[in-house]
């Protein structure tokens, strides 16, 4: 079959054994060089996606997606929801106020914030439900003033369902020096969750109307209407339409403003660690620099004998920028099987690590998390693997074209 001369000449020069056993030495090792950077590569990022979909499965479960809510109190509900639910981005829609606070045991504070909600209803927005280790959810009875606080608080205060504890909220007031006073509130500890997040000690739950009795409203009036959606990242356009469809008086708010800070620094992380990652690839990927030109200075007499029968300085260059970008090809195909293999398998392997040793590398006791997740996404094995590819290539350039200007004359003068 009909071959390019570079083509047939440079995997000829990759396949064979050379009488120089340093420059195979030097050739293996870029490419194990290179296949360890992209395994590497695919590991740690798919192992920070699945950091990063934990985090927003959990954190994003728990805040509201979305709110619509009025400069006032809304009276009903109902109408705002059914209005939201209009729009096909909105899954569901249930009644919310929330509120900031302190909780107040034995001496000891800390800050709080209060969510009122509608427990036959939380479930189709919240995985608060599923994550309730003490109590249930359902505990919450309107006048009874019973609260569902996070494992965080429970631990902090030595708190368990059946105890006692004091909220104080601001209230304003035209008689007290600056208009503000707090107001304190006992609430019964009804129940305990935990999801693996710093929620576990910011956030704690009321019925709405206990909500609305502390804020002086009516009973069956709330804050606002949080929204389940679809797409979380498009919170913002959805909930100012929603909004906007409503008239004047009605507002949005959405989960971007609360923890958009800590989402934008997770994806700042995962770009510098995969430039840096990245770096590990291209001294990999620029190894086959050394190889190549060794192989110039190795082939010198062969180069001059192909000059001598006709070979174009071009053919030359391609001879040895096919030799390099075999060994670029091999170790970033090696690198990226094993790398797909690693990432869909490292949970396993660091459960069975833990199990051998009897050390638990993510205790519940210290980290958010007991496992370590891994969201392998093909996005990421493509552009690792083009990363690779391109690095491999661009880096048989310098030596294949000093390959092409050696002179026959020269390089035979001593055979």
Request: charged share 15%; aromatic share 6%; glycine share 10%.
């Amino acid at each position: 079959m009909f071959r390019p001369l570079s083509i047939f000449i440079g995997a000829r020069y990759t396949r064979a054994k050379r009488r120089n056993h340093f420059i195979s030495f030097i050739s293996m090792t870029s490419m194990i060089g290179l296949a360890l950077g992209v395994l590497a590569m695919i590991v740690v990022l798919s192992v920070m996606n699945g950091f990063q979909k934990e985090m927003s499965s959990r954190i994003l479960g728990m805040v509201p997606h979305a709110t619509v809510l009025g400069d006032k109190p809304l009276d009903d509900w109902r109408p705002v929801a059914a209005a939201a639910l209009k729009n096909p981005e909105v899954l569901a829609a249930v009644p919310f106020t929330d509120m900031d606070g302190m909780l107040s045991y034995k001496g000891f504070m800390q800050p709080i914030q209060i969510s009122g909600v509608d427990p036959a209803q939380e479930g189709k927005v919240s995985i608060v439900a599923d994550h309730i280790t003490q109590g249930s959810l359902q505990d919450l009875k309107p006048g009874e003033f019973g609260v569902v606080i996070g494992d965080i608080t429970a631990r902090r205060f030595r708190l368990s369902v059946g105890d006692r504890i004091t909220l104080i909220v601001p209230e304003i007031s035209s008689d007290a020096p600056g208009g503000i006073t707090p107001r304190m509130q006992r609430l019964n500890v009804v129940g305990v969750f935990k999801v693996g997040a710093e929620l576990d000690g910011s956030m704690a739950l009321i019925h709405m109307a206990d909500a609305a009795q502390i804020q002086h409203w009516q009973p069956n009036q709330v804050q606002s209407v949080r929204l389940k959606l679809k797409d979380l990242y498009r919170a913002p356009q959805v909930s100012k339409a929603i909004a906007g469809g409503l008239g004047d008086g009605y507002k949005a708010d959405d989960w971007t403003h609360s923890q958009g800070s800590l989402f934008s620094a997770m994806k700042m992380e995962k770009t510098m660690i995969g430039l840096l990652l990245l770096m590990i690839v291209a001294v990999a990927a620029f190894n086959i620099i050394a190889t190549l030109i060794m192989v110039v200075n190795d082939k010198g007499a062969d180069i001059a004998i192909l000059r001598t029968i006709g070979a174009t300085p071009r053919q030359i260059m391609g001879i040895f920028m096919v030799q390099g970008t075999v060994i670029g090809v091999v170790g970033t195909l090696i690198g990226g099987v094993l790398g797909v293999i690693a990432a869909i398998n490292v949970s396993a392997m660091v459960g069975w690590i833990e199990r051998v040793t009897g050390q638990h590398i993510f205790t519940s006791d210290v980290y958010f998390i007991s496992n370590l997740p891994s969201d392998l996404q093909a996005g990421d094995v493509i552009m690792i693997c083009s990363a690779g590819l391109i690095l491999s290539f661009l880096a048989t350039l310098y030596p294949a074209w000093r390959a092409a200007q050696i002179e026959p004359a020269y390089a035979l003068r001593y055979e």
